[in-house]
């Protein structure tokens, strides 16, 4: 079971995808943005994290960043439409995708 921040300003996505995740047996902790990620990020250990792009406040490649800056070593999958010219999450998965791509990308990390 891996501790799993999830990062989406839409809260239907937030919702289903954190249901798909606790269902694999993963805790979730849910966030709208940017700030409120990075606030619970420093306030909790995570295994991973999950993050849209495009969101208010502070964008996925900055909330990213200063992750990174915290604690290198937590993977990151970006969720987005648009490819941002500065990569900095581990991994960028376009939208749409399907849940299986998604959990095998989390299976990659974890096992790691």
Same mark, same amino acid.
């Given at each position: 079971?891996?501790?799993?921040?999830?990062?989406?300003?839409?809260?239907?996505?937030? %919702?289903?995808?954190?249901?798909?995740? &606790? =269902?694999?047996?993963?805790?979730?902790? #849910?966030? *709208? @943005?940017?700030?409120?990620?990075?606030?619970?990020?420093?306030?909790?250990?995570?295994?991973?994290?999950?993050?849209?792009?495009? %969101?208010?406040?502070?964008?996925?490649? &900055? =909330?990213?960043?200063?992750?990174?800056? #915290?604690? *290198? @070593?937590?993977?990151?999958?970006?969720?987005?439409?648009?490819?941002?010219?500065?990569?900095?999450?581990?991994?960028?998965?376009?939208?749409?995708?399907?849940?299986?791509?998604? =959990?095998?990308?989390?299976?990659?990390? #974890?096992?790691?």
């Amino acid at each position: 079971m891996a501790r799993i921040l999830l990062v989406d300003d839409e809260q239907m996505v937030r %919702m289903v995808y954190g249901m798909i995740l &606790e =269902l694999e047996g993963h805790k979730v902790v #849910l966030a *709208s @943005d940017g700030l409120c990620a990075l606030h619970l990020f420093g306030e909790h250990n995570f295994d991973l994290v999950i993050t849209d792009f495009n %969101m208010p406040n502070m964008n996925g490649n &900055e =909330l990213s960043k200063k992750i990174k800056e #915290l604690k *290198s @070593d937590v993977p990151i999958i970006m969720i987005t439409s648009d490819f941002p010219e500065q990569r900095i999450a581990d991994v960028i998965m376009a939208k749409p995708f399907s849940t299986k791509d998604l =959990l095998e990308n989390i299976n990659l990390f #974890l096992k790691k």
